[in-house]
């Protein structure tokens, strides 16, 4: 059985897979209240020092966080350009569409 300091350290580390999981689903708003329960644990964690047995561990785990967060940054960006892409053809298909209906008149 493990621990409950390592419980606490799998469940963050598990908290960031789906994170994810929930990025590539494009579950924006699951995403966000997730974030703010894996902060909320990562807060709890790191009240107590981290024992010298448990350092190798938590770095690791710490650069892989720090690896998918960057990727969750970069997915939610690209996202959000292709909305803005998408907002931009709207309201030119908008404006052709109102010329053209003014043209008609």
């Given amino acids: 059985m ?7 350290w799998n469940d963050i580390l598990q908290i ?5 999981q929930l990025s590539a689903d494009d579950n924006w708003q699951a995403m966000s209240e997730l974030e703010a329960e894996r902060f909320d ?3 709890d964690f790191f009240s107590a020092p981290v024992a010298e047995i ?3 561990g938590v770095a690791k785990g710490i650069r892989k966080m ?3 967060d960057q990727e969750l940054i970069q997915h939610s960006s690209n996202k959000q350009q ?24």
């Fill in 2 to 8: 493990l621990q409950p300091r390592q419980q606490q």
């Fill in 82 to 105: 292709e909305m803005s892409d998408g907002i931009k053809t709207l309201s030119k298909g908008r404006q052709a569409t109102k010329a053209y209906s003014h043209f008609q008149k």
């Fill in 54 to 56: 448990e350092v190798d």
């Fill in 16 to 20: 960031t897979e789906q994170l994810h």
């Fill in 41 to 43: 644990k990562l807060k």
């Fill in 66 to 68: 720090m690896e998918s």
